[in-house]
């Protein structure tokens, strides 16, 4: 069980990336973190690894399991990483080092974890993850370049799973890939959930992606959670304005009747909704205060005029 | 402020010197640099701030002189070698098949030698003066201005712009100007700056080895190398301020070079 | 591994070429450009008769094509001539003196990459702080100094003032070690048990080494840090993070191994350099090596010394550089052959 509370990011050039953002992803569960670029959703991912840039102030608390994450020193944290939580990146072509052998990026794996095991036993264990991301066992003397793109993010996938994390980071995980290898990533998340019973954290901005493999579902925009509830709630019928203005986009959808009228190009920032700007909907209020996140029609929204 | 910044302004301040004492020096100092005089090695005081040294000649004003050689020499070859590197890679990048290949085989097997050789080759046969020893320390610069020039010459001689050119009858040496030069300026001034900094070490270099601007012109590596001479009587002052100018200038140009390579990046 | 083959096969061809244009052009440049032998070594009073008779002797009198003919099938036959000055052959002058060289190229440069790298490194993880900053300055600034400047400091503080070390030469004549095995008397003076005469030897390279050090630590330095700071930007280097690797692990294996190959090369490139001959450190500290040499025998217009010499480096550069090049490609699995 994981669980993010009052989360706030304020990069050292004192940009506030994300604030007061707060979600829970059970074991089995698929969790979607959507927006578009520049939200802050990756942002989230990497505090969570604690792999932001020096100097990069994280408030707030992480649960994993019970373990509090944000407070443990470095040398901890690293003990974290790779092990409790297993991350995937958007580029696999320059995830994985050029110049060393697949076979050695999961044994150091098991060095800096101090997985005191014999050789073969380990080895077993690198043929089981291979069987499981559908790579034939000989590939594991390749050089990553031997590999094509789709392959290599598979790899990504078995060295974020080696150590059994309780989390597994999906960072845009198919963006990169050709809509064969997707397909094949997509079965691999819903496979890993089952096999790993991992909780799952996948940031992306594709709501095809989304609609196939999450369970729930948060949309962000300019730092902060919009709405958030189960998948069906958000992709099928939507109540905030932004994330009805999201779906709205993606024409598979086709949901009738968003009543979404033309957006505004002008953005800018103001003290109240981030959104407010841009909405058709907003009223004085939402452009002087920062609405709460509430609970209302089964899920939880931050809009004044929903709530209401 | 930002310490690149500082970096940038230090090595302006010391150029700048560097050029007003080349232009001013004379004014600066009651002495001739080349004149004898009886007070040999008097160690440095009031009358004489650096002292003097075998000939009994003023070194502080040998150094302020020795600003000319440095600088005369050092742009004359960055200049030399600008344009010799500029041209062959015009022709090689233009004409391209033998030719290029000839060149561009040529150049590499000079880019192979370390400048300080080559420029001794030449020297020690062209004999000194400062076209010599000017045009000696150039040929080191060729081939990195060739491969320069060069290479943005075959990016864009194939670009439909370029063509375009021709069909307007838009005169040569306009579109060498425009698609060949301007597009290099980023690069090639940080380029330059650490060439005259590289010129300016090569030319004291000859001169401490005797291959540089004859006797008695004020030369910082030729009195370098005199001062060399009397280090086991202690005449340090002989060998420091000459040494020290070379640094500065030196360095002046090192951070300016080195602050504008890494900002184009 | 055939395409590595051709490669090599290639890379030999094109440096034939290249040190044939080098030797010919040093060649006729010797002989276009004023400057004459016989005049250098008559001190120009001798009697024409004399001349006359010394440029027979030398070969010089004949037309240049044959000269040039001359001198080619001369070092096919691996003859470089002999000298004009000690009239010993040249190939054994330079064989006598290329240990001498090679011992200062060696202890300079290990001294130098140790330095640079580790220096490089530790900057390139703390971009843009004062501590990379300083260390950048402190680098530019060694740069800056003139080599033989530095040498001349250090024999002033450290064998005039301080009286530390020797300020010249190789080791005390009466050290010299009995037999010569490698030429490297660092060597030569541990393997026949002569410990004073290899403190002797240490104690005179120290300062040459040193102020060599300096100015090639900078560029060891320099290219060190552009390297890994571009390397450790990539998403590799953050996906290691991400497992859990210790940092020293991400940086000192994984960044840097992808950083080495052009390292790597500048520090062979600078090596190779170095083997012709540190030519200003070895003037500043008589040191008994290649490059003062060549500059003895350009003062005597020592034509075959001087051919010679810049034959034997260019010979040099090119294996060197073709070393580089093999090891290179078997370290990077990716490296491709045209």
Redesign the interface.
């Known amino acids: 069980m994981i669980k993010v509370d009052g989360l706030d990011i304020i990069y050292p050039n004192g940009f506030n990336a994300v604030s007061d953002i707060g979600f829970e992803i059970g074991k089995k569960e698929v969790f979607a973190l959507v927006g578009e670029s520049g939200c802050g959703k990756s942002t989230t991912a990497h505090a969570l690894?604690k792999?932001l840039p020096k100097g990069t102030e994280i408030k707030g608390s992480f649960m994993l399991g019970d373990k509090e994450i944000f407070s443990l020193k470095e040398k901890d944290t690293?003990?974290?990483?790779?092990?409790d939580i297993g991350?995937v990146?958007q580029?696999p072509l320059?995830?994985?080092?050029?110049?060393?052998k697949i076979k050695e990026?999961f044994f150091?794996?098991f060095v800096?974890?101090k997985v005191k095991e014999k050789r073969e036993k380990l080895l077993e264990r690198i043929k089981f993850l291979f069987d499981f991301i559908d790579l034939p066992f000989e590939r594991v003397d390749a050089?990553p370049?031997e590999l094509s793109g789709g392959q290599r993010q598979r790899v990504?996938f078995a060295?974020?799973l080696v150590m059994n994390p309780s989390l597994l980071i999906l960072d845009e995980p198919t963006t990169a890939l050709d809509v064969l290898a997707q397909k094949k990533v997509l079965g691999l998340i819903r496979r890993a959930k089952e096999e790993f019973s991992s909780a799952t954290l996948l940031i992306t901005h594709d709501m095809g992606v989304v609609n196939e493999v999450a369970d729930k579902v948060a949309v962000m925009y300019k730092g902060r959670i919009m709405e958030m509830g189960r998948k069906d709630q958000i992709l099928y019928s939507p109540v905030h304005p932004y994330t009805k203005l999201l779906i709205s986009c993606v024409p598979k959808f086709n949901v009738k009747d968003l009543s979404i009228p033309e957006i505004p190009i002008d953005d800018y920032d103001v003290d109240g909704c981030s959104f407010a700007p841009r909405c058709h909907l907003a009223k004085d209020r939402c452009f002087a205060e920062k609405p709460e996140s509430k609970f209302k029609h089964g899920r939880r929204v931050a809009c004044f005029e929903i709530q209401n | 402020m930002n310490l690149k910044k500082i970096q940038l302004y230090i090595g302006i301040f010391i150029v700048a010197m560097l050029f007003f004492i080349a232009v001013f020096g004379p004014l600066l100092t009651p002495y001739d640099p080349i004149a004898i005089s009886n007070a040999t090695f008097s160690s440095p005081s009031l009358s004489h701030i650096f002292g003097t040294d075998a000939l009994g000649r003023d070194i502080f004003s040998r150094v302020l002189y020795g600003a000319r050689i440095s600088l005369l020499v050092s742009l004359l070859a960055v200049f030399i070698g600008v344009a010799l590197g500029t041209f062959l890679g015009l022709i090689a990048g233009f004409f391209g098949g033998k030719i290029d290949k000839f060149i561009v085989l040529l150049m590499d097997a000079m880019y192979a030698f370390p400048g300080l050789l080559l420029a001794i080759t030449f020297t020690a046969f062209l004999g000194q003066g400062i076209r010599n020893v000017a045009f000696a320390i150039a040929i080191a610069f060729v081939p990195t201005y060739f491969r320069l020039v060069r290479n943005q010459v075959l990016s864009i001689k194939n670009e439909p712009f370029v063509e375009a050119t021709k069909v307007f009858k838009v005169p040569l040496w306009k579109t060498v100007f425009i698609y060949v030069f301007l597009p290099v300026v980023p690069t090639l001034a940080g380029i330059l700056a650490l060439s005259i900094g590289d010129a300016i070490l090569t030319e004291a270099g000859l001169s401490y080895l005797g291959l540089g601007v004859p006797p008695p012109t004020p030369d910082w590596g030729a009195d370098l190398s005199t001062g060399q001479h009397y280090i086991l009587q202690d005449y340090w002052w002989c060998f420091l301020f000459p040494g020290i100018a070379i640094f500065l200038a030196v360095l002046g140009f090192a951070l300016i070079g080195d602050y504008l390579s890494e900002e184009k990046l | 591994m055939k395409g590595l083959l051709k490669y090599i096969g290639y890379r030999l061809l094109s440096s034939v070429v290249m040190v044939f244009i080098m030797v010919t052009l040093v060649f006729f440049l010797l002989r276009v450009l004023p400057g004459d032998p016989v005049q250098a070594l008559t001190g120009g009073k001798a009697p024409p008769e004399v001349v006359r008779q010394l440029k027979e002797q030398l070969g010089l009198n004949l037309p240049i094509y044959k000269q040039y003919f001359r001198f080619f099938s001369d070092i096919f036959h691996g003859n470089l001539g002999n000298s004009i000055v000690t009239g010993e052959s040249v190939k054994s002058e330079l064989l006598e003196r290329f240990p001498a060289t090679l011992e200062l190229a060696l202890v300079s440069v290990i001294l130098a990459a140790g330095g640079g790298i580790i220096l490089g490194i530790e900057s390139a993880k703390r971009e843009g702080t004062l501590f990379d900053f300083i260390a950048k300055l402190v680098a530019l600034s060694f740069y800056a100094i003139p080599i033989f400047f530095v040498g001349i400091v250090m024999q002033y503080i450290f064998g005039v003032k301080l009286g530390w070390f020797p300020i010249s030469g190789r080791i005390d004549p009466l050290n010299e070690p009995d037999k010569v095995i490698s030429g490297l008397y660092l060597l030569d003076t541990l393997l026949t048990r002569n410990f004073e005469g290899f403190v002797d030897a240490l104690k005179h390279i120290v300062l040459p080494a040193f102020s060599l050090a300096l100015v090639l630590f900078s560029v060891i330095y320099r290219i060190t840090r552009g390297n890994m700071i571009l390397q450790l930007k990539k998403e590799y280097v953050k996906a290691a993070r991400a497992r859990g690797l210790k940092e020293r692990k991400v940086v000192y294996y994984h960044a840097f191994k992808n950083a080495f190959i052009p390292i790597f090369t500048l520090i062979g490139l600078q090596f190779a350099s170095l083997l012709g001959g540190a030519i200003l450190t070895e003037n500043v500290f008589s040191w008994p090596g290649l490059g003062s040499y060549l500059i003895d025998r350009i003062g005597y217009r020592d034509f075959p010394a001087i051919q010679g010499a810049i034959l034997f480096y260019a010979v040099i550069v090119v294996f060197i550089s073709i070393g580089i090049d093999i090891i290179c490609a078997l370290i990077n699995p990716k490296i491709k052959y045209e």
Do not use: T
């Open positions: 690894i792999l690293r003990g974290v990483r790779g092990k991350m990146f580029d320059n995830a994985l080092n050029p110049l060393v990026h150091e794996i800096a974890h050089y370049f990504m060295l974020a």
